[in-house]
């Protein structure tokens, strides 16, 4: 199998052992599943069920970021307890993930249950002299002490700041030491959650969260790691600073995956601009199998649009496999083979499912809907796709 590491900028054959740990950063409940969610846990559920084909064990670790600034201020508008909030959200969210055919995680850590592991890191990376405290009960990463800052993103300062600004970062903020440096802890505001440690009580920062239940749950190396691809900055560059930083071990993983955005009319789908479509109003609208396919006809590392026209030609593509006759059974050998072999080549769904187009076209129905079973369509195996046949 080869990869494409966001660290390396380049495909490289991704050498397993006979497990492989993957993590990959989960969602922050504070509203509902949409598409682009779906495009980012749909790739790792295919890429998940290849390595299973290969022979391997797969460890699948996904948080819940469930304390953050976000979760915070939505549940004091609703006037609701940021944990009930972040429950309930959580848990529509896997039942919509669940619809959609997803395999669960095996394990799914939340961020609050975390949090003593949490104190002790940013204990760790204060004697090792690579974070500060401020005398209000902030600390933060000196960025200036960890080796490769801005290395893995390849950002210059300028766009560095402007992104750090964009995400929630606080470049202004008096006290630092650099713009650039992150929080890895904060006082708690009167009404918000806090925990205690040596520094002051307070919560975690949002890098700091996922850095430890990672490391908490697949060690200090871990094999892929994942995610949307505005992660890069600066959620991703500041985990291995922190995790590498503190266990002296690198890398903190050893292949990088990003998922491309997921757009509607020419701008990313964001909860803060309110352009969603949301992930549960499509699976009431369509088939899972046909939003599967609309996912997977577009390569994990592209960004696109969402169309109706474009929901509606994959809804048809689904409904041809169902409709092709069986053909000859032996046919399915080479069909899994070659299809195997597409997603072998940086996880290449949109030519396996040509791939699989073209064998429903010829006549060889028996043999597309097993390939489609394979990436994971009907549930995985027995599910919707030929399940009448």
């Not at 670790?61 to 979760?71: A, E, K, L, M, S």
């Not at 850590?109 to 004697?127: H, I, K, R, S, W």
């Not at 030491?177 to 440690?197: I, K, M, T, V, Y």
């Not at 072999?341 to 030519?351: E, N, S």
Request: glycine share 10%.
């Amino acid at each position: 199998m080869r990869l494409y590491d966001t660290r390396t900028r380049a495909v490289d054959t991704f050498i397993a052992a006979a497990t492989v740990r993957l993590y990959v950063c989960g969602i922050t409940p504070y509203d509902s599943a949409h598409l682009g969610h779906a495009f980012v846990y749909t790739t790792f559920d295919v890429l998940i069920r290849r390595l299973e084909a290969r022979g391997h064990r797969v460890v699948y670790v996904r948080n819940v970021t469930d304390v953050d600034d976000d979760i915070l201020r939505t549940a004091r508008e609703r006037d609701v307890n940021f944990e009930v909030l972040a429950r309930s959200e959580a848990a529509a969210f896997d039942v919509n993930l669940r619809r959609l055919g997803l395999r669960e995680a095996d394990v799914i850590p939340y961020a609050t249950e975390t949090v003593p592991a949490m104190v002790t890191t940013v204990g760790g990376l204060l004697d090792r002299g690579l974070a500060y405290a401020l005398g209000d009960g902030r600390v933060y990463a000196d960025t200036g002490a960890m080796d490769g800052f801005l290395s893995f993103s390849r950002l210059d300062r300028d766009e560095a700041l402007r992104q750090f600004a964009e995400k929630g970062g606080d470049p202004e903020a008096e006290g630092k030491r650099d713009a650039l440096d992150f929080l890895l802890w904060q006082p708690s505001l009167p009404d918000e959650p806090s925990w205690e440690a040596p520094w002051g009580r307070g919560r975690p920062g949002w890098h700091l969260e996922c850095s430890v239940m990672a490391t908490e749950h697949l060690g200090p190396v871990i094999d892929i790691h994942g995610g949307g691809s505005d992660l890069v900055f600066p959620h991703h560059e500041a985990e291995i600073l922190q995790a590498e930083g503190l266990t002296g071990q690198a890398p903190f993983a050893r292949v990088w995956m990003h998922v491309g955005m997921v757009g509607l009319d020419g701008t990313k789908m964001s909860k803060s601009l309110g352009n969603l479509v949301f992930l549960g109003d499509l699976l009431d609208r369509h088939d899972a199998d046909a939003v599967r396919y609309l996912l997977l006809s577009h390569h994990y590392r592209s960004e696109w649009d969402y169309t109706e026209d474009e929901m509606e030609l994959a809804a048809a593509a689904v409904k041809g496999w169902d409709a092709a006759p069986d053909g000859d059974p032996a046919a399915a050998e080479d069909l899994l083979a070659a299809v195997g072999a597409r997603l072998d080549d940086d996880l290449d769904a949109p030519g396996a499912l040509a791939l699989i187009d073209a064998a429903a076209g010829d006549g060889e129905g028996w043999a597309a809907r097993a390939a489609a079973a394979s990436l994971g369509f009907g549930g995985g195996g027995a599910g919707r796709v030929g399940a009448d046949r």
